[in-house]
């Protein structure tokens, strides 16, 4: 189980990704929104698929 540091790690970077998407809809309705979301998607499954993996 995820220690607390790690925990918290991963809601700032939750934290922040809402934040970025909020920012765009403020700005530029909803093809910013979506434009944003595929950015925070390819830059997750990044991370996710990244070689070699964080853990083994």
């Keep these: 189980m995820p220690g607390?540091?790690?925990?918290?790690?991963?809601?700032?970077?939750r934290l922040e990704i809402v934040e970025r998407i909020?920012?765009?809809?403020?700005?530029?309705g909803l093809e910013a929104v979506l434009s944003q979301l595929d950015i925070e998607?390819?830059?997750?499954?990044?991370?996710?698929?990244?070689?070699p993996p964080?853990?083994?």
């Design 4 to 13: 607390e540091k790690e925990l918290n790690v991963n809601l700032f970077e």
């Design 22 to 28: 909020r920012r765009e809809a403020e700005r530029g």
């Design 41 to 51: 998607q390819k830059a997750i499954e990044r991370k996710l698929y990244q070689t």
């Design 54 to 56: 964080l853990t083994d």
